[in-house]
């Protein structure tokens, strides 16, 4: 017998192949991803009246739509309107706060790739401004969270720019950023270091 779901179509499981290829992360983590938590954070943020602070959605331009049913559509093709900015934005006690959330896999570095020209443009801006700025960052192989005020992130982007190392390490993120412990709730309780350095 077939099973299929609600709106008709046959379930098949997935190959034992794509299920492999999902990430491991620990238990204590429960599968979820910096963005995962962050977003958690934001929510626990926001009841609890302390900041209000959101995910931005990504800018796209929808293409192609496809109608199968009366019941469903599906975007069949889609481009980025505008390059993204940063991940995250807000107000917290009358601060304007904007930052970039990454995770890397590596255990000794982070590499810089993974941060782009236009979100350190962006980010430089807000902070000319008098906004907060900063980068945040899990090292998802050993579990361990950091933020890196964005006046750090732009002296290791310049040293990459002037032919530098292309990454920053681990033991530079002990030296020049602040760790975060994670703890019950939120788990990642990034503003405390916010108004730590604000307040």
Request: charged fraction near 30%.
């Amino acid at each position: 017998m077939a099973i299929r779901y609600p709106n008709g179509k046959l379930y098949t499981p997935k190959k034992e192949t794509e299920t492999k290829k999902r990430k491991d992360y620990s238990f204590s983590n429960r599968g979820k991803t910096l963005e995962d938590e962050l977003s958690d954070a934001n929510e626990y943020y926001l009841t609890h009246e302390i900041a209000v602070i959101y995910k931005k959605p990504i800018p796209i331009q929808v293409v192609k739509v496809d109608y199968p049913s009366r019941s469903s559509a599906v975007i069949k093709e889609a481009y980025y309107r505008t390059p993204s900015t940063t991940d995250f934005n807000g107000v917290y006690e009358g601060k304007y706060i904007d930052f970039e959330a990454k995770e890397t896999e590596n255990r000794t570095a982070f590499p810089l790739k993974n941060v782009h020209l236009h979100q350190v443009e962006h980010m430089s801006k807000v902070v000319k401004q008098q906004g907060i700025s900063f980068l945040l960052v899990r090292f998802s192989a050993v579990d361990r969270y950091f933020y890196l005020p964005f006046d750090q992130l732009q002296r290791f982007w310049d040293r990459m720019l002037a032919g530098g190392r292309k990454s920053i390490a681990l033991a530079e993120f002990e030296e020049h950023a602040i760790e975060i412990m994670p703890k019950y709730a939120p788990r990642i309780d990034y503003l405390k270091i916010v108004n730590d350095l604000y307040a």
